[in-house]
């Protein structure tokens, strides 16, 4: 238990530098913002408590946020997505994956599915974070090119991290 409390906490910590030190300075253009931070909410294992994600979501949120200069936006495109994480996860996931200590990840889900789920759940904190940004819907065609191209950047770099950390990771059978 200790020592997967102190696994999750190193991945938090390295993704929060990956994108606080790497990514937030790659200059990609007006458009586009990759948030590679999120797959640590990603990779959390189904059987985490409703309760426990929503935290988990709310710290990971204030923590960018404190290094960002950007008060609540990512502590509540975070909640959203940890919120919705539960609901998608209780759809597409069997009862074994759900009562077991499945891990969301393209090892033991396949690459299509963590694809769609990737995609479902930084789409949803890109869309909440960036409206938020702007505080409003002006823009809003602006706006939405902007979660989606920043959605499919992110996700693209989360897959080639899965792809190159964790090919072995496979357990379930």
Known sequence: ???DF?????KLIGL???QLLVVNNIELSGYI???VYVAFLLSLPVSVKPWQMVLISFLTGAIMDSFSSTPGLHMAACNAM????IYYLRATTNKEDQEGRMIPSISQKGIVWFTVYGFSMIFIHHLVLFFLEIYGFHEFFTTL??????TLVSLLLIVIGQLLFFRSAKTNG
Do not use: A, K
């Not at 102190?6 to 190193?10: F, K, P, Q, S």
């Not at 940890?82 to 994480?85: A, E, K």
């Not at 090119?145 to 920043?150: D, E, F, N, P």
């Open 6 to 10: 102190l696994t999750y906490l190193l």
């Open 1 to 3: 238990m200790i020592l």
């Open 16 to 18: 929060l530098l990956v």
């Open 33 to 35: 913002n990759p948030f």
């Open 82 to 85: 940890g919120f919705l994480r």
């Open 145 to 150: 090119l902007r979660v989606l191209l920043s």
